[in-house]
């Protein structure tokens, strides 16, 4: 593994952490911050796996030995824009529920406390 594709490989790592650190908070605006770290992070992924970069492939005149791989890169652009709309939305419902509610916090279900709490049945492997 060369040292490029080793701190990339760490930057994901990275992005994935503390993306899922984020989704796990109480906060409306970090649970938003963390899932554009995992998009983020996604993309990197895909990115990497294409391999290293290549020639353009030109009409005829490259074998596809010499040429990079479109694929991940199609995969890459798409995944961008169905995060950019997702991050659209996510905001959207933050800033709506920011206005109705006077907080960022996401509010304790008091019918989930309860179940928490309760003890299993017996007859329940």
Do not use: C
Not at 34 to 59: D, M, Q, W
Not at 88 to 97: F, G, K
Request: hydrophobic share 45%; proline share 6%; charged share 15%.
């Amino acid at each position: 593994m060369s040292q490029g594709n080793l701190s990339l490989s760490l930057i994901v790592g990275a992005l994935f952490a503390g993306g899922s650190y984020l989704l796990l908070q109480r906060g409306l605006l970090r649970i938003v911050v963390g899932f554009v770290l995992l998009g983020h992070g996604a993309n990197l992924t895909l990115l990497l796996s294409g391999g290293p970069a290549k020639h353009v492939p030109e009409a005829g005149t490259s074998t596809p030995t010499d040429a990079s791989d479109p694929l991940p890169q199609a995969m890459a652009l798409t995944a961008v824009v169905i995060t950019f709309a997702v991050t659209a939305l996510l905001l959207a419902l933050t800033d709506r529920s920011v206005r109705l509610y006077r907080e960022d916090g996401v509010q304790d279900d008091v019918e989930d406390r309860r179940l928490g709490g309760r003890q299993p049945d017996a007859e329940w492997p």
